[in-house]
């Protein structure tokens, strides 16, 4: 059976333009935009410069019957995709390229694109993302809809994944008896953060620890596990606690087993903070293993939304329609996941760097994951 490769999967995206201004193919259109940005490209005038220099390379692959297109055409095209269903695309081809990884952790959280207004909770266009921790893969993501939030968006990025087997982690923005069924529809677990916007749920956590400590842990079936890291002018302890549920917790919340505290402290410059954290869990895990999934859960923020500012500028990008900014947002994110699972040595900007120095470098990149 042929490898699929990208083009394959938008063969459902529909052409929005009309016919009359279909001069350039669609599929064209879309892989010039993932090869540029591929190549460090952050602006569709930077993705016309690329297409410009590397005409001839492109033309081994596109068939460009009205030569290259504008930058201008290709931001039209991108404001007038559907942003859902070109989402969908991305993430339908993600899942083909990992299909044999196994995944087991996704951490799932929000990123506001700054430079581009919107009406939703933040002010701006705000992306809810899946990432694969153990691959450093972006699943996929859903775009917040206006007068709405990540409680809303939660659900339907989960349902566009394969869940199964895996263990979501979400922060305290997605603790919701929704994001829970959708985590549980999917056939997998979930561990999620509580604060006070759910505070009869936390304040039940937090009662199940306080009682248990008041008696010292006496005929109650726990773990513990601890830790230290020092460096960069900080030292951090962590005591991670994890009991069964209390049988008393709120029946909304399908398939809760288990309660995590999480108590840190650090010594920043000689000043000494404590902080102490809850979540629960589907998953009836030892302390040291939830543990290790609530500090991994970060990944996404480190590893992914810092990444996405460092590499493609992405807060500092200026493109205002809401389609284009979100759609462009979805084209940065499987880039990151390209330049992640490449074996071109060197940080992900510098792998972009010498996709953009020679097109052999960009090759790999794209042969090794299916997109040529």
């Keep these: 059976m042929a490898r699929r490769t990208l083009i394959d999967f938008f063969a459902g995206l529909a052409d929005p333009r009309v016919p009359r201004t279909r001069r350039h193919r669609l599929d064209d259109i879309l892989v010039i935009a993932l090869t540029a940005m591929l190549s460090g490209a952050t602006t569709f005038e930077e993705v016309e410069t690329f297409a410009e220099a590397r005409e001839a390379w492109l033309r081994r692959f596109l068939t460009l019957p009205a030569g290259l297109p504008s930058h201008d055409t290709i931001y039209r095209v991108f404001c007038a995709l559907d942003r859902k269903v070109f989402a969908a695309c ?75 087997g895996s263990l979501v982690t979400i922060d305290a923005a997605g603790c919701h008896e929704a994001v829970v069924d959708a985590v549980r529809d999917g056939g997998g677990d979930y561990l999620i953060c509580v604060k006070a916007n759910q505070p009869k749920l936390l304040a039940g956590i937090a009662a199940a620890f306080a009682a248990v400590a008041a008696r010292d842990f006496e005929a109650v079936a726990y773990t513990m596990h601890s830790s230290s890291q020092a460096g960069h002018g900080r030292e951090e302890e962590r005591h991670v606690t994890v009991l069964d549920a209390p049988a008393d917790l709120s029946p909304d919340w399908r398939g809760v087993r288990a309660v995590v505290q999480v108590n840190r402290e650090r010594v920043v410059k000689g000043r000494r903070t404590s902080t102490t954290h809850y979540y629960f869990s589907s998953l009836k895990g030892t302390a040291e293993q939830l543990g290790r999934l609530v500090r991994r859960h970060w990944a996404i923020e480190n590893e992914l939304h810092w990444c996405l500012d460092v590499t493609f500028g992405e807060d500092g990008n200026r493109t205002r329609d809401r389609n284009a900014s979100a759609n462009l947002g979805v084209v940065r994110r499987t880039v990151l996941s390209l330049l992640t699972r490449s074996k071109v040595k060197g940080s992900k900007k510098s792998k972009a760097f010498q996709a953009a120095l020679s097109t052999d470098v960009l090759e790999e990149h794209l042969r090794l994951n299916a997109v040529i």
């Design 90 to 164: 991305f993430a339908a081809w993600i899942a083909d390229v990992t299909a044999t990884l196994g995944l087991r952790h996704i951490a799932v959280d929000g990123k506001s694109l700054r430079g581009s207004r919107a009406g939703t909770f933040t002010g701006c266009v705000h992306l809810v993302g899946a990432w694969a921790t153990e691959q450093g893969l972006s699943l996929g993501q859903v775009a917040v809809e206006d007068k709405s939030s990540e409680v809303a968006a939660i659900p339907v990025l989960l349902k566009a994944l394969d869940s199964k």
